[in-house]
C-alpha cells in the first residue's frame, strides 16, 4: 500500500489550495478515506473523510465550507479542495485510508505535504 500526497504549498490567506493523494497497492473503491493534519506541537487532527464510492462525506467543524474532499476512483486518487485558507490551517496534511474521525480507525497513511497560509 502506498499513498502519496502533492500540492502543497504557500499560500495567502483567503487563497485556494487542492491536495491530491495518488493511491496504489490496494483496490482504492473499495475503501473509505480520509485527511488529517498536523500543526507544529500539535496532534493530528481529522480534516475530512469520504465513503469508497465518494457519495457521503465529513467534516471537522473547523473546516466546514471551506474544503471539499472529493475522490475518483478511476484514478485511485483522493483529492482536498481548500478554499478560504486562514493561517491556522497551516500544517502538513496526511492522507490515510480508513473511516470516519479517529485515527484509530485508519491503517496507512501517506508522508504528508505541507501547506502554509501566510500573508
Known amino acids: 500500500v502506498q499513498l502519496v500526497e502533492s500540492g502543497g504549498g504557500l499560500a495567502q490567506p483567503g487563497g485556494s489550495l487542492r491536495l491530491s493523494c495518488l493511491a496504489s497497492g490496494f483496490t482504492f473503491s473499495n475503501y473509505a478515506m480520509g485527511w488529517f493534519r498536523q500543526a507544529p506541537g500539535k496532534e493530528r487532527e481529522f480534516v475530512a473523510a469520504v465513503t469508497h464510492s465518494g457519495t457521503t462525506t465529513y467534516y471537522a467543524d473547523s473546516v466546514k465550507g471551506r474544503f471539499t474532499i472529493s475522490r475518483d476512483n478511476a484514478k485511485n486518487t483522493l483529492y482536498l479542495q481548500m478554499n478560504s485558507l486562514k493561517p491556522e490551517d497551516t500544517a502538513f496534511y496526511y492522507c490515510?485510508?480508513?473511516?470516519?474521525?479517529?485515527?484509530?480507525?485508519?491503517?496507512?497513511w501517506g508522508q504528508g505535504t505541507q501547506v502554509t497560509v501566510s500573508s
Open positions: 490515510a485510508r480508513g473511516y470516519g474521525s479517529r485515527r484509530l480507525n485508519y491503517d496507512y
